[in-house]
């Protein structure tokens, strides 16, 4: 079926310029929960460095990790975390609309499912620490 | 009517994924590579990463978020005002999570 209507190239569009989202406090919000994949994926990135130098020597690896010790990669990783941070959480509340929980005919609360989630992280978070520190030597 | 088959679905599944993988478990990786080694609070010489299960793992917490980055950061950059060349961006963006893909498993099998 072919579109029916005004030609695309004959419409108004209104210009909006590339800094729109530093207009409004939501928009801002927004665009910083969008950056927070970046963020993400530069410490996977860096993550993934750390892991090839298994691959050369263990003195390679125990060398990065030592580097890591040095205040802009701890800035780097704090910045880094701060944004992961928000994923989670804005990703928490998203989640509550998404799938909204009931139990039987009642409908939870949106903040109580997204705190729920929060729970469930703290517990996957815990796991992953104690499984760390069982394996690590 | 026609239905215009995308691979959208596609991307948006792995953008999901890879949303609930960073919500999950990147933070507490973060405080243990770039805090909790470092600073010495706890000692790691990477003998834990030759485990097969837990580069399966690392596999999975590696690759899906750079879908998820992938996925958000070319909208974003559309947002930005650079739609006249998002053709290319799709490229750089998904090719870049493509690529981070092989390059994962590639390392992960070597170490």
């Known amino acids: 079926m072919s579109a029916v209507g005004p030609d695309p190239a004959k419409l108004y569009h209104r210009k909006t310029p590339a800094t729109w989202w530093l207009t409004n406090r939501s928009y801002f919000l927004f665009m910083l929960r969008e950056l927070s994949s970046v963020f993400i994926a530069l410490f996977l990135v860096v993550y993934l460095c750390q892991l090839y130098q298994l691959s050369k020597a263990p003195d390679a690896y125990n060398a990065f990790t030592q580097k890591l010790n040095s205040p802009g990669w701890i800035f780097f990783h704090l910045v880094a975390l701060l944004f992961a941070l928000y994923h989670s959480f804005t990703w928490f509340q998203s989640s509550a609309v998404v799938l909204p929980l009931r139990i039987g005919e009642r409908l939870i609360s949106r903040p109580i499912v997204t705190a729920l989630h929060v729970g469930a992280w703290a517990v996957v978070s815990v796991i992953v620490l104690i499984l760390f520190l069982a394996l690590k030597s | 009517m026609a239905t215009e088959k995308t691979m959208e679905p596609l991307w948006w599944g792995l953008f999901s994924a890879g949303g609930v993988v960073a919500a999950f ?32 793992y690392l596999f999975v917490l590696i690759v899906l978020p750079l879908y998820h980055w992938a996925h958000r950061f ?26 981070g893909t092989f390059v994962t498993a590639w390392i992960l099998l070597k170490i």
């Open chain 2, 74 to 99: 070319y909208f974003t950059l559309n947002d930005m005002g650079l739609k006249s060349i998002s053709k290319l961006l799709a490229v750089l963006c998904y090719g870049g999570a493509i690529v």
């Open chain 2, 25 to 56: 478990l990147v933070p507490i990786h973060i405080i243990l590579v770039g805090f909790a080694v470092p600073l010495g609070w706890t000692s790691d010489t990477g003998a834990l990463y030759r485990i097969w299960w837990v580069k399966l």
